[in-house]
């Protein structure tokens, strides 16, 4: 009996390399991979929050608890796909859905669900963010050929 190294072997030195050519992704089912393939481009290319929330400065809730929220002016609706209208300043937090790049001046994200109020201010009774390149950084290999 052979061992699977000496079988690999004897499979092996018969396969030959058929030519190669390009394909579009919705082509690509059922084919082999020629050669790796990296990102071209860091993603996200920006901060952008994690969560549906406020996108604030952390500086401007210390001390939040829920018998004693820091309060904040709302400047801002930031949806996923659209960039922020203005730079978060002291005293300021920016409402901010899942997805949405975090505006200039904001350093944390505080959950919805650690907030209060509406309207134009909110509540902020107690702080996370995801970095730029956290799904993905230029030149990372994202497929691999194998043998």
Do not use: W
């Not at 109020?117 to 902020?124: D, L, P």
Request: charged letters at 30%; hydrophobic letters at 35%; a negative charge.
């Amino acid at each position: 009996m052979k061992t699977v190294v000496e079988a690999q072997e004897i499979i092996l030195k018969d396969i030959t390399v058929g030519e190669t050519e390009e394909v579009s992704i919705a082509s690509a089912l059922g084919r082999i991979l020629a050669e790796d393939i990296s990102s071209n481009r860091d993603h996200p290319p920006y901060v952008i929050s994690a969560m549906d929330g406020y996108a604030l400065k952390e500086a401007d809730i210390k001390g939040a608890t829920k018998d004693s929220p820091k309060v904040l002016d709302i400047v801002d609706d930031i949806r996923a796909g659209y960039a922020p209208k203005c730079t978060v300043e002291v005293g300021q937090a920016s409402r901010i859905m899942t997805g949405a790049e975090v505006p200039e001046g904001a350093d944390t994200v505080i959950r919805v669900e650690d907030t209060g109020g509406s309207g134009e201010k909110v509540n902020i009774f107690t702080p996370p963010m995801r970095e730029p390149t956290s799904d993905l950084r230029e030149r990372t290999l994202r497929l691999e050929i194998t043998s």
